[in-house]
């Protein structure tokens, strides 16, 4: 059975539900506070062990988690809530591009590069 880790900076209840399911269900599950973690990026191998073969990505913080994503990826390890998701999804332009080109309706946006522009 594959070895899962959960990757947190903050422990809430949807954390607590997963961590009390996964030992119910008798899943390794290995809880991870980020904060803690010093990696090297520079080595593809390093660090491997720690994460198992799956990582659960639930980090409050955006950035702390869109980073910690690319670099386990990087190390070729599966995380749930990739990169690819994560970095559009953070981003309402980029999010609001994709919803528009596929027909999703949305309020009407508008991006302005200036100060001027945008109280045009």
Do not use: Q, W
Not at 8 to 19: G, N, P
Not at 44 to 60: L, M, Q, S, T, W
Not at 67 to 94: D, F, Q, W
Not at 100 to 115: M, V
């Amino acid at each position: 059975m594959p070895i899962l880790s959960l990757l947190y900076d903050r422990i809430r209840t949807e954390e607590k539900l997963i961590i009390n399911t996964a030992e119910k269900k008798g899943i390794e599950l290995r809880p991870i506070d980020v904060k803690d973690l010093h990696l090297i990026i520079t080595d593809p191998n390093k660090d491997r062990e720690i994460f198992g073969d799956i990582a659960i990505e639930r980090c409050v913080s955006y950035f702390r988690g869109l980073h910690l994503t690319a670099i386990l990826e990087g190390k070729g390890i599966r995380v749930i809530n990739p990169y690819s998701i994560m970095s559009i999804c953070g981003n309402k332009m980029l999010t609001s591009i994709l919803l528009a080109k596929h027909g999703i309706p949305t309020p009407k946006t508008i991006i302005a590069f200036t100060k001027e522009e945008a109280v045009k």
